[in-house]
């Protein structure tokens, strides 16, 4: 919806930044205070300041009602996609035309033959004997599709190779941020006499290090870059920056493995307690480099495809990255049982394993999954020609 209210690709890009940035540093907040305040105050009095912020997030939203432009209700768009799928299936057998004034264009009054792009869809547009009424409306909406609807179904197949490069990226993702607990748990957490970081706390270094990217991007990388180059980063360069940096944090995650086995072999921390004397702070790199990668690759593909999906779809933009995520952790549990089941790298206590051959395995599959991204993305060409910009502009002479 915030999208909805900008019309510039230039703006569109900002708002994507700056909903992360604040999806992030809230994320941070959740992680640290509110966890502190439950273990050291009360579970009720971290569920009251929820429910408060929820309110008052809910007040300040509804302030604004008014002046939100809204979008009127078109009935489900995949009500769409699935007519286009069967009028296809139901034509499959009648011969495609070559001219436009064959096919059915609804209200457009310009007869244009689709695109050859998965021609056996273009059946789907073919007018036949019965397909319409006499004002030119469907008459059976599951046999005819016009072809915008057509075109509009293309452009979701045709960005489905770069969508799936992105199962791996956030497989990786999740494989980390499980390993990066257990190596916690065998780390030195304390701080002081007194305090001691929590293992599961430690993942809050990668929702700091993107929160604060993301706000350095937009105030001062994305202007030097344009400046320097005069163009801007488009998306599939910003996902590609993402796919890169994600490798690097897993090889420096595979290179600080293997400097804390060989501290626990040189303090048999591998005979006897599990705690290796090595900080905990040494996961910082790791993390950190992973938040910088998400900076750019998350939002980097919501811009994407809120570019480049049909109107219809355009709200999905930000849904289908949840989808994404939600299944790319469903995949890393997968891969991490398949390597506790097939090899010993993941015994129970893990300074007798080789958890640093995991983080290899993530470096080999991250660098052959950004082949696949960068052969994606060559062959995949802008539907829609406007750059998201990131709000620079050079100074003008005057």
């Given at each position: 919806?915030?999208?909805?209210?900008?019309?510039?690709?230039?703006?569109?890009?900002?708002?994507?930044?700056?909903?992360?940035?604040?999806?992030?540093?809230?994320?941070?907040?959740?992680?640290?205070?509110?966890?502190?305040?439950?273990?050291?105050?009360?579970?009720?009095?971290?569920?009251?300041?929820?429910?408060?912020?929820?309110?008052?997030?809910?007040?300040?939203?509804?302030?604004?009602?008014?002046?939100?432009?809204?979008?009127?209700?078109?009935?489900?768009?995949?009500t769409?996609?699935a007519?286009?799928?069967?009028?296809?299936?139901?034509?499959?057998?009648?011969?495609?035309?070559?001219?436009?004034?064959?096919?059915?264009?609804?209200?457009?009054?310009h007869?244009?033959?689709?695109?050859?792009?998965?021609?056996?869809?273009n059946?789907?547009?073919?007018?036949?004997?019965?397909?319409?009424?006499?004002?030119?409306?469907?008459?059976?909406?599951?046999?005819?599709?016009?072809?915008?609807?057509v075109?509009?179904?293309?452009?979701?197949?045709?960005?489905?190779?770069?969508?799936?490069?992105s199962?791996?990226?956030?497989?990786?993702?999740?494989?980390?941020a499980?390993?990066?607990?257990?190596?916690?748990?065998?780390?030195?957490?304390?701080?002081?006499?007194h305090?001691?970081?929590?293992?599961?706390?430690?993942?809050?270094?990668?929702?700091?290090?993107?929160?604060?990217?993301?706000?350095?991007?937009?105030?001062?990388?994305?202007?030097?870059?344009?400046?320097?180059?005069?163009?801007?980063?488009?998306?599939?360069?910003?996902?590609?920056?993402?796919?890169?940096?994600?490798?690097?944090?897993?090889?420096?995650?595979?290179?600080?493995?293997?400097?804390?086995?060989?501290?626990?072999?040189?303090?048999?921390?591998?005979?006897?307690?599990?705690?290796?004397?090595?900080?905990?702070?040494?996961?910082?790199?790791?993390?950190?480099?992973?938040?910088?990668?998400?900076?750019?690759?998350?939002?980097?593909?919501?811009?994407?495809?809120?570019?480049?999906?049909?109107?219809?779809?355009?709200?999905?933009?930000?849904?289908?990255?949840?989808?994404?995520?939600?299944?790319?952790?469903?995949?890393?549990?997968?891969?991490?049982d398949?390597?506790?089941?097939?090899?010993?790298?993941?015994?129970?206590?893990?300074?007798?394993?080789?958890?640093?051959?995991?983080?290899?395995?993530?470096?080999?599959?991250?660098?052959?999954?950004?082949?696949?991204?960068?052969?994606?993305?060559?062959?995949?060409?802008?539907?829609?020609?406007?750059?998201?910009?990131?709000?620079?502009?050079?100074?003008?002479?005057?």
């Amino acid at each position: 919806m915030g999208a909805d209210q900008l019309d510039k690709p230039k703006d569109q890009g900002i708002f994507f930044n700056w909903f992360f940035f604040f999806w992030y540093a809230a994320s941070v907040v959740a992680s640290t205070a509110i966890v502190y305040v439950e273990d050291n105050v009360s579970w009720k009095v971290g569920f009251f300041i929820c429910v408060a912020t929820n309110v008052l997030a809910l007040v300040i939203f509804l302030m604004g009602s008014r002046f939100y432009t809204n979008s009127k209700p078109g009935g489900s768009p995949f009500t769409s996609l699935a007519r286009v799928v069967v009028a296809s299936i139901r034509k499959r057998k009648v011969p495609i035309p070559s001219t436009g004034e064959y096919f059915y264009h609804g209200w457009e009054c310009h007869s244009v033959a689709p695109s050859k792009i998965c021609r056996f869809l273009n059946r789907a547009a073919i007018k036949s004997e019965g397909d319409t009424k006499p004002d030119g409306c469907t008459a059976k909406p599951w046999r005819l599709c016009s072809v915008q609807e057509v075109e509009d179904f293309k452009s979701l197949i045709r960005i489905v190779p770069l969508w799936s490069s992105s199962f791996f990226l956030g497989t990786s993702i999740g494989g980390q941020a499980s390993l990066s607990v257990l190596q916690a748990l065998a780390m030195d957490r304390h701080k002081g006499p007194h305090f001691q970081i929590p293992a599961g706390s430690i993942l809050v270094f990668v929702l700091i290090s993107t929160a604060i990217f993301l706000a350095l991007l937009d105030k001062f990388l994305f202007p030097a870059w344009k400046k320097l180059t005069s163009k801007s980063l488009t998306p599939l360069q910003r996902i590609g920056v993402g796919h890169v940096l994600n490798a690097l944090g897993m090889s420096v995650s595979a290179l600080v493995e293997s400097k804390r086995l060989k501290v626990a072999k040189s303090n048999n921390s591998d005979q006897g307690s599990n705690i290796v004397p090595m900080s905990v702070l040494w996961l910082v790199p790791q993390l950190a480099i992973v938040g910088i990668a998400e900076a750019f690759h998350y939002p980097g593909q919501v811009a994407l495809y809120y570019q480049e999906f049909p109107t219809t779809l355009k709200n999905m933009a930000t849904a289908i990255i949840s989808v994404l995520v939600g299944i790319a952790f469903y995949l890393a549990t997968a891969l991490i049982d398949v390597v506790r089941k097939t090899s010993t790298w993941l015994p129970g206590n893990i300074n007798k394993g080789r958890l640093d051959n995991v983080y290899w395995v993530l470096v080999v599959g991250g660098v052959l999954n950004f082949g696949y991204y960068v052969t994606c993305a060559w062959f995949y060409k802008y539907q829609h020609l406007k750059e998201v910009d990131h709000s620079y502009s050079p100074p003008s002479d005057e």
